[in-house]
């Protein structure tokens, strides 16, 4: 190992499950030497007696770790983790909030690593995800027959795990339980799924699952419109690809799915990728609550978040979006004006119009910012007697438009 920096700053070390000494001795003295120490409790307990002043992360984390981060503000600091501080941690937590330059880290092993090594996984065949002090929904974005995934789970969870993949039809899958790796006391559980339902396990435990069951639910835009919870205010399958295709989603880029109501095109947005966020606008309090309720059921939780409220209104003071879908309201005075100002240059804005007083109000738009004007018209197979004859869906017309491009 090279040298160790010590800078005015934080710098994250990374502990093994082998404790104190598994860390390497420079480590150890860049450690001893901190003027301040923060950790959990088990930690910060490893570490021999000294003059650091030690703190527990807050709890919850995220809302009191700026107060934490400003009473220490100046001095040397070092915080201490679990492996590698990159995987799932608190290294990325501390570089989101302060960036890069300010924040050093010294991994250790990390559990994942571990696990992979164990299973015989190539990094490149398997997935990892975290349900740690998360919603475990976030699990259904990624059942997958044939799957493979590294889950780092309290292991207070693990049965909470088995018990959604086994409502979810994955009970068959097969589940290492992997505990304290890396230490003299590790452990293993082998055991399919629905085996683990009310099954203990010991803190320091992550799971490895080969899912098997059924096909599971593509990543991509389309996905049927049974999938969804709605009273009718729905973008069907194909209007809805249309619409997702057009916003062009890419990873880490953040939606307004203003009127959302069932949620369906936000929802499919977020799904694309696990970077990808989504801000529902709705005003109506039964649909912001199915759009919550389709986003569990459909694997993306805690990425999609309800903005309860009517447009234009609502949408004051709202993270800068990278694209806008306008499902409902295109025609509300001020709706797209918002949207368009909201938008920073090269942002996407798509709306829909299924009446001819927004189709008219889209018209002018596209006039004055061009892009593109479509009408979509989809018509579906049906029985007509004994015989089978064309379904028309209601049309839709949909506007697209790049902001600076004409």
Same mark, same amino acid.
């Given at each position: 190992?090279?040298?160790?920096?010590?800078?005015?700053?934080?710098?994250?070390?990374?502990?093994?499950?082998?404790?104190?000494?598994?860390?390497?001795?420079? =480590?150890?003295? #860049?450690?001893?030497?901190?003027? +301040? /120490?923060?950790? %959990?409790? @088990?930690?910060? $307990?490893?570490?021999?007696?000294?003059?650091?002043?030690?703190?527990?992360?807050?709890?919850?984390?995220?809302?009191?770790?700026?107060?934490?981060?400003?009473?220490?503000?100046?001095?040397?600091?070092?915080?201490?983790?679990?492996?590698?501080?990159?995987?799932?941690?608190?290294?990325?937590?501390?570089?989101?909030?302060?960036?890069?330059?300010?924040?050093?880290?010294?991994?250790?092993?990390?559990?994942?690593?571990?696990?992979?090594?164990?299973?015989?996984?190539?990094?490149?065949?398997?997935?990892?995800?975290?349900?740690?002090?998360?919603?475990?929904?976030?699990?259904?974005? =990624?059942?997958? #027959?044939?799957?493979?995934?590294? +889950? /780092?789970?309290? %292991?207070? @969870?693990?049965? $909470?795990?088995?018990?959604?993949?086994?409502?979810?039809?994955?009970?068959?899958?097969?589940?290492?339980?992997?505990?304290?790796?890396?230490?003299?006391?590790?452990?293993?559980?082998?055991?399919?799924?629905?085996?683990?339902?009310?099954?203990?396990?010991?803190?320091?435990?992550?799971?490895?699952?080969?899912?098997?069951?059924?096909?599971?639910?593509?990543?991509?835009?389309?996905?049927?419109?049974?999938?969804?919870?709605?009273?009718?205010?729905?973008?069907?399958?194909?209007?809805?690809?249309?619409?997702?295709?057009?916003?062009?989603?890419?990873?880490?880029?953040?939606?307004?799915?203003?009127?959302?109501?069932?949620?369906?095109?936000?929802?499919?947005?977020?799904?694309?990728?696990?970077?990808?966020?989504?801000?529902?606008?709705?005003?109506?309090?039964?649909?912001?609550?199915?759009?919550?309720?389709?986003?569990?059921?459909?694997?993306?939780?805690?990425?999609?978040?309800?903005?309860?409220?009517a447009a234009p209104a609502a949408l004051v003071g709202l993270p800068v979006p990278d694209a806008i879908f306008v499902g409902g309201g295109g025609s509300r005075e001020g709706v797209l004006d918002t949207c368009w100002d909201a938008l920073p240059p090269g942002g996407r804005l798509v709306a829909h119009a299924v009446t001819l007083e927004t189709e008219?109000?889209?018209?002018?738009?596209?006039?004055?910012?061009?892009?593109?004007?479509?009408?979509?018209?989809?018509?579906?197979?049906?029985?007509?007697?004994?015989?089978?004859?064309?379904?028309?869906?209601?049309?839709?017309?949909?506007?697209?438009?790049?902001?600076?491009?004409?």
């Amino acid at each position: 190992m090279g040298p160790i920096r010590q800078t005015t700053g934080i710098t994250v070390v990374g502990i093994g499950a082998d404790g104190w000494s598994g860390v390497p001795s420079t =480590v150890r003295e #860049r450690i001893l030497a901190a003027e +301040v /120490l923060l950790g %959990g409790r @088990r930690h910060l $307990d490893l570490v021999p007696a000294g003059t650091a002043v030690r703190e527990e992360w807050p709890s919850p984390l995220l809302s009191g770790l700026d107060d934490l981060l400003d009473r220490h503000a100046g001095k040397d600091v070092v915080a201490l983790a679990s492996g590698d501080p990159l995987v799932s941690g608190i290294g990325t937590t501390l570089i989101r909030r302060l960036g890069g330059d300010a924040v050093e880290v010294i991994p250790a092993i990390s559990s994942v690593a571990l696990a992979r090594a164990r299973m015989g996984w190539s990094a490149e065949e398997c997935e990892t995800i975290t349900v740690v002090g998360r919603e475990i929904d976030a699990l259904r974005r =990624v059942l997958t #027959r044939g799957r493979k995934l590294v +889950v /780092l789970v309290d %292991g207070a @969870r693990v049965a $909470d795990v088995a018990t959604l993949l086994e409502a979810a039809g994955f009970g068959n899958s097969r589940v290492a339980v992997l505990s304290h790796l890396g230490a003299a006391d590790e452990s293993r559980i082998d055991a399919k799924a629905a085996h683990l339902t009310d099954t203990g396990v010991r803190s320091l435990s992550l799971m490895c699952v080969e899912v098997d069951g059924p096909a599971g639910l593509s990543v991509l835009p389309g996905l049927d419109d049974s999938l969804f919870e709605h009273d009718g205010q729905l973008s069907k399958r194909t209007v809805r690809l249309a619409a997702v295709c057009a916003l062009a989603p890419r990873p880490g880029e953040l939606l307004w799915d203003v009127g959302a109501g069932a949620g369906s095109v936000g929802i499919e947005w977020a799904r694309t990728d696990p970077l990808c966020r989504t801000l529902a606008i709705e005003k109506d309090e039964r649909r912001a609550g199915a759009i919550e309720r389709n986003a569990a059921a459909l694997g993306v939780p805690s990425i999609v978040r309800i903005v309860r409220g009517a447009a234009p209104a609502a949408l004051v003071g709202l993270p800068v979006p990278d694209a806008i879908f306008v499902g409902g309201g295109g025609s509300r005075e001020g709706v797209l004006d918002t949207c368009w100002d909201a938008l920073p240059p090269g942002g996407r804005l798509v709306a829909h119009a299924v009446t001819l007083e927004t189709e008219a109000v889209l018209v002018q738009w596209w006039k004055m910012h061009g892009g593109e004007l479509t009408r979509l018209s989809v018509e579906h197979a049906d029985p007509i007697g004994t015989f089978t004859g064309w379904r028309a869906q209601r049309p839709v017309v949909q506007w697209s438009a790049v902001k600076g491009e004409r």
